[in-house]
């Protein structure tokens, strides 16, 4: 089945800086990659996705690369700003169900 | 509003007791998830649904039932069986879940403690 590893399990960085979370999935099927940003005792929010006929995909501050040969996608958040502080998931599936990373941590310094 | 709404938000139940988990949606979709988060786990997932009076077993299904009698209701019960059931519980929907695969949204997350 489909495994999502992900990397780092903690980031920070200063404001204005930017920050690169990464991750690798096993299953060539998966053609489907969200990512969503959760805030403490909330559910989790979808913040950008990317589907695998896709290689970069922008939202403002936001942007997701896909590598398909290599199975790996980013997250890239420019400007930080210390309201991107929370958890990070990211999520690769096929045939409708997803499998998530282990997350992300970021904290954003003013 | 369109959401999904689960309830209670806090869950306390006494060893050896059943609970149910209430996750409900009025966004008009097919499928319905239920995720347990532990803390370094992620999101792993205990059952699905993909259409209404259909369900299936996710990855830690053991010690967890559930039923889908109408499609906007996908309530978990949490059994005795279940060994370590303290933890954050997600309900989760989708447009259609066997197709293609989409957006999840979650709902808030109701926190269980069991004493």
């Known amino acids: 089945g489909e495994n999502v590893e992900q990397h780092p399990s903690t980031l920070s960085v200063q404001e204005g800086d930017s920050a690169v979370i990464k991750c690798t999935y096993s299953?060539?099927?998966?053609?489907?990659f969200p990512w969503y940003k959760q805030e403490l005792g909330k559910g989790p929010q979808l913040i950008i996705d990317?589907?695998?006929?896709?290689g970069e995909k922008k939202d403002q501050r936001i942007a997701v690369t896909l590598n398909k040969t290599a199975k790996h996608f980013s997250l890239h958040i420019t400007e930080t700003q210390p309201e991107d502080s929370a958890v990070y998931f990211c999520?690769?599936?096929?045939?409708?169900?997803?499998?998530f990373g282990k997350g992300t941590k970021l904290s954003v310094k003013p | 509003d369109g959401g999904i709404t689960q309830s209670p938000k806090y869950l306390f139940r006494k060893e050896g007791q059943n609970v149910t988990l209430s996750c409900e949606q009025n966004?008009?979709?097919?499928?319905m998830y239920w995720y347990r988060q532990d803390p370094g786990q992620g999101l792993r997932l205990i059952y699905y649904?993909?259409?209404?009076?259909?369900?299936q077993k996710g990855d830690i299904a053991e010690g967890y039932s559930v039923s889908r009698e109408k499609k906007e209701s996908f309530p978990l019960t949490v059994t005795s069986a279940q060994k370590n059931p303290t933890a954050f519980y997600l309900c989760?929907?989708?447009?259609?879940?066997?197709?293609?695969?989409?957006?999840?949204?979650f709902g808030p997350g109701t926190r269980l403690t069991v004493l």
């Open positions: 649904s993909q259409i209404v009076n259909d369900f």
């Open positions: 966004l008009n979709h097919d499928a």
């Open positions: 989760a929907s989708s447009i259609q879940g066997a197709i293609s695969t989409n957006e999840q949204f």
């Open positions: 999520a690769g599936g096929s045939q409708g169900n997803l499998i």
């Open positions: 299953d060539s099927a998966s053609n489907y």
């Open positions: 990317i589907r695998s006929n896709v």
